[in-house]
C-alpha cells in the first residue's frame, strides 16, 4: 500500500502554533512565546499586532531579541520526553514540533531490542522515542553542540542509560565505514539537511549525494528483516514524492506501507496549517504504526 497524506502537530500543553502570517510564526514553547520568520507563511496574519508584541522575543537580522524574562534555557514536554529549549542562532530552537507524528508512529513499529540508526539525528528527539520503546540506538550528527544538547534530553527524559550511542561523524562517512564492518540495522532515520559540513569539513549537497547515501543504506545496511526506514526532510523545492520514490523498491521487495505527504503545524486559534517539511516513510507488514 502506498498513500499519500497530511501530518498535523496540534496545540499541546507546551507547545502551540498561536498564529502566523506576513512571514513570520508565533509559537508558544512551554510559557515563553517566541516570534521567528519562516518563508513559507504567503498569508495574512489572523492576531492583532498588539498580541503579537506581548511576545517574550523575536528573531531578527541574524539575532534573537529577548525580554530580560526569558531564561537562557527551560524545559518542556513532547510526546512523554522533556527536551531543553534554547533559542539558537538560524533561529531554531533546538525542536522541531511537526516531527510529532513521526514520534508517535515511531512508537507504534519500534519493537524491544531493535537495532536503530539515526542520521542527522539533531537534538535527538527521534533516538529517545526509540529508546524509549525499547531500541539500541546510534545517534549520528556531526554537530559536537548538537550531541550534548541530546544527551541533556536523554538525562531530562530519564533515558540516560539507554543503550544509545552518540557519535560524532560526517553521516555518509560513518554509513560506509558501518558497512565495511558488516553492521546491520531493523530501522533507519534519516532527515538530511540541504547543504551542510560534517565535523572535518565534509561537504553534503542534497542533490548531489542523496542518492549515494540512500543506495548505501536501503542495499547494504539494513537488517535482513528489515522492519522501518523513515526520511524526512526541509529542502525547499523538493517534493514528498522524491522521497516516496527512494523507498519505493523497498516496499516492492518486502511489501509492507509506504506513506508519504507533509508535516503541518496547526494554528490552535484556527483550521490554518503551516507547512514545516516532507516525509517518506516504510513498515513491514508485521509492524503496527500508529499516528
Known amino acids: 500500500m502506498i498513500q499519500s497524506t497530511i501530518l498535523t502537530t496540534k496545540k499541546d500543553s507546551d507547545y502551540e502554533l498561536l498564529d502566523s502570517g506576513e512571514g513570520q510564526k508565533l509559537e508558544r514553547f512551554g510559557n515563553v512565546i517566541l516570534s521567528r520568520p519562516d518563508p513559507q507563511v504567503l498569508w495574512h496574519k489572523e492576531l492583532s499586532k498588539e498580541e503579537w508584541q506581548k511576545s517574550d522575543g523575536y528573531f531578527d537580522n541574524g539575532e534573537w531579541k529577548l525580554n530580560k524574562n526569558v ?7 513532547m510526546s512523554g520526553l522533556k527536551f531543553l529549549i534554547k533559542p539558537t542562532a538560524f533561529k531554531h530552537t533546538g525542536i ?6 513521526n514520534w508517535e508512529w515511531l512508537k507504534g513499529v519500534v519493537k524491544e531490542g531493535t537495532e536503530v540508526l539515526n542520521l542527522f539525528g539533531y537534538t535527538g528527539g527521534a533516538s529517545l522515542i526509540c529508546a524509549k520503546a525499547g531500541a539500541k540506538v546510534v545517534h549520528v550528527d556531526s554537530s559536537k553542540s548538537a550531541i550534548t544538547w541530546a544527551k541533556e534530553n536523554a538525562k531530562l527524559s530519564g533515558l540516560a542509560d539507554k543503550p544509545i550511542r552518540w557519535i560524532l561523524d560526517d553521516a555518509q562517512a560513518f554509513v560506509e565505514r ?10 533507519i532515520i534519516m532527515d538530511p539537511p540541504s547543504f551542510g559540513h560534517g565535523p572535518n569539513n565534509e561537504l553534503w549537497k542534497i542533490e548531489e549525494h542523496f542518492l549515494n547515501l540512500m543506495d548505501n543504506c536501503l542495499k547494504k545496511l539494513l537488517s535482513d528483516k528489515p522492519i522501518f526506514f523513515l526520511v524526512s526532510g526541509y529542502s525547499a523545492g523538493y517534493s514528498a514524492i522524491a522521497y516516496k520514490n527512494s523507498l519505493f523498491p523497498l516496499q516492492e521487495k518486502l511489501g509492507g506501507s509506504v506513506e508519504y505527504g507533509e508535516l503541518t503545524i496547526q494554528e490552535s486559534r484556527s483550521e490554518r496549517l503551516l507547512p514545516c517539511g516532507i516525509f517518506a516513510r516504510w513498515s513491514t507488514p508485521e509492524a503496527r504504526p500508529m499516528g
Not at 522541531?96 to 507524528?101: A, G, I, K, V
Open 96 to 101: 522541531f514540533p511537526e516531527q510529532l507524528s
Open 71 to 77: 531564561p537562557s534555557d527551560w524545559q518542556i514536554e
Open 178 to 187: 558501518e558497512i565495511k564492518r558488516g553492521r546491520k540495522y531493523d530501522g
